[in-house]
């Protein structure tokens, strides 16, 4: 008989906010060649010499910050979720975590021996990226006895149940009164869209490129930012000049722009007082919207002379995500195959 699994995946969490924790977490992430793309030797050299000698003890502090007593908050929203699929669909549910624990491997074999047939592979990013969801897919295909089947959720970018979900949990989030909604994503470096890009062709080559159909735009992360943002704008009934998007986390220079930051800093100049923040990159709430833009950025919009920041929490574990993500899953398309992937030998 077949069965069908379904198998989530977060990006991961240190397993605590001590500087150790940390810098075993850090290490797994960084060193991973979709992450920092440069040949190996390279990439161990700047690990190794340049960031964990000095990263893992700020990071550990922001960490503390926002930790839970029980635990993670991306940890912890992410086994909520996985309880509330568990209970909506009908079939096994495991999560499991690219980098950290609860991890691939024991995820997959937990399904296994539940005698699946399929697994549904669903990286947890709306929109694609090869750092995100390319990495964790193959990290999958590792673990994937050859008896079971597999079928991947890519991106869910401008999914109508992820979009419905997505406003109905920002229009509970605004305040009366607001000036302006800044849609702030997980930064990339932009040659991540040109490594990405099947044509080698369009994307990043013009101003307007995302606005030009191509077939690029199935792997297109900067494309898919645009169409989240327009699609909820439009939802949300939001005229273009009410909303904006920026790009944060970003590690060194030519990622994605405008940088969230330089934003926050420049928007009370243009007469923003009430600011309104969300986040739709991430599906749960963990260190970069907790700390770097509950507390940060709240920070530098506030001290650059802003007067009130509202941030919208992630969709979390709420009923409208859960039920979004269980049609997802079960619509899930084949995987699109892409020319992008990493390699040892060429940056």
Same mark, same amino acid.
């Given at each position: 008989?077949?069965?069908?699994?379904?198998?989530?995946?977060?990006?991961?969490?240190?397993?605590?906010? *001590?500087?150790?924790?940390?810098?075993? @977490?850090?290490?797994?992430?960084?060193?991973?060649? @979709?992450?920092?793309?440069?040949?190996?030797?390279?990439?161990?050299?700047?690990?190794?010499?340049?960031?964990?000698?000095?990263?893992?003890?700020?990071?550990?502090?922001?960490?503390?910050?926002?930790?839970?007593?029980?635990?993670?908050?991306?940890?912890?929203?992410?086994?909520? /979720?996985?309880?509330?699929?568990?209970?909506?669909?009908?079939?096994?549910?495991?999560?499991?975590?690219?980098?950290?624990?609860?991890?691939?491997?024991?995820?997959?074999?937990? =399904?296994?021996?539940?005698? %699946?047939?399929?697994?549904? %592979?669903?990286?947890?990013?709306?929109? @694609?990226?090869?750092?995100?969801?390319?990495?964790?897919?193959?990290?999958?295909?590792? $673990?994937?006895?050859?008896?079971? *089947?597999?079928?991947?959720?890519?991106? $869910? $970018? #401008?999914?109508?149940?992820?979009?419905?979900? =997505?406003?109905? !949990?920002?229009?509970?989030?605004?305040?009366?009164?607001?000036?302006?909604?800044?849609?702030?994503?997980?930064? /990339?470096?932009?040659?991540?869209?040109?490594?990405?890009?099947?044509?080698?062709?369009?994307?990043?080559?013009?101003?307007?490129?995302? !606005?030009?159909?191509?077939?690029?735009?199935? +792997?297109?992360?900067?494309?898919?930012?645009?169409?989240?943002?327009?699609?909820?704008?439009?939802?949300?009934?939001?005229?273009?000049?009410?909303?904006?998007? *920026?790009?944060?986390?970003?590690?060194?220079?030519?990622?994605?722009?405008?940088? +969230?930051?330089?934003?926050? #800093?420049?928007?009370?100049?243009?007469?923003?007082?009430?600011? %309104?923040?969300?986040?739709?990159?991430?599906?749960?709430?963990?260190?970069?919207? /907790?700390?770097?833009?509950?507390?940060?950025?709240?920070?530098? $919009?506030?001290?650059?002379?802003?007067?009130?920041?509202?941030?919208?929490?992630?969709?979390?574990?709420?009923?409208?995500?859960?039920?979004? =993500?269980?049609?997802?899953?079960?619509?899930?398309?084949?995987?699109?195959?892409?020319?992008?992937?990493?390699?040892?030998?060429?940056?």
């Amino acid at each position: 008989m077949e069965k069908t699994g379904y198998l989530i995946i977060n990006l991961g969490t240190p397993a605590s906010p *001590s500087v150790a924790d940390v810098r075993v @977490y850090l290490k797994e992430f960084l060193m991973d060649p @979709y992450v920092l793309d440069v040949p190996a030797p390279i990439r161990s050299l700047i690990v190794n010499g340049f960031i964990l000698p000095f990263r893992p003890k700020k990071s550990a502090h922001a960490y503390a910050s926002i930790w839970d007593p029980a635990g993670s908050p991306l940890l912890l929203h992410s086994e909520a /979720l996985l309880a509330d699929l568990t209970a909506r669909l009908d079939g096994p549910v495991a999560l499991g975590m690219r980098y950290g624990k609860p991890d691939i491997e024991g995820a997959v074999n937990a =399904l296994v021996k539940q005698d %699946v047939t399929h697994i549904v %592979v669903a990286p947890l990013y709306p929109q @694609y990226a090869d750092s995100t969801v390319t990495t964790s897919l193959e990290a999958t295909a590792q $673990f994937v006895p050859e008896h079971v *089947s597999t079928r991947a959720v890519t991106a $869910f $970018f #401008e999914h109508p149940a992820y979009i419905q979900a =997505l406003a109905k !949990n920002v229009s509970a989030a605004l305040p009366q009164d607001w000036d302006h909604l800044l849609l702030s994503y997980h930064g /990339l470096p932009e040659r991540h869209m040109k490594k990405a890009d099947p044509t080698g062709s369009h994307c990043m080559k013009n101003p307007d490129c995302c !606005n030009v159909a191509s077939q690029a735009h199935a +792997t297109c992360y900067r494309h898919q930012v645009f169409g989240t943002s327009n699609a909820l704008a439009a939802a949300l009934g939001i005229s273009a000049d009410r909303f904006s998007v *920026s790009f944060q986390s970003r590690l060194g220079g030519g990622w994605l722009q405008p940088y +969230t930051d330089k934003v926050l #800093e420049e928007l009370p100049g243009k007469g923003v007082e009430r600011l %309104v923040v969300a986040c739709p990159a991430f599906v749960a709430d963990n260190l970069e919207t /907790l700390e770097e833009m509950g507390l940060q950025g709240r920070q530098t $919009f506030l001290d650059a002379g802003g007067k009130s920041f509202d941030l919208v929490p992630c969709l979390n574990e709420d009923p409208a995500w859960v039920d979004a =993500l269980a049609q997802i899953l079960m619509a899930a398309p084949e995987p699109v195959q892409t020319t992008a992937a990493a390699s040892e030998t060429s940056a």
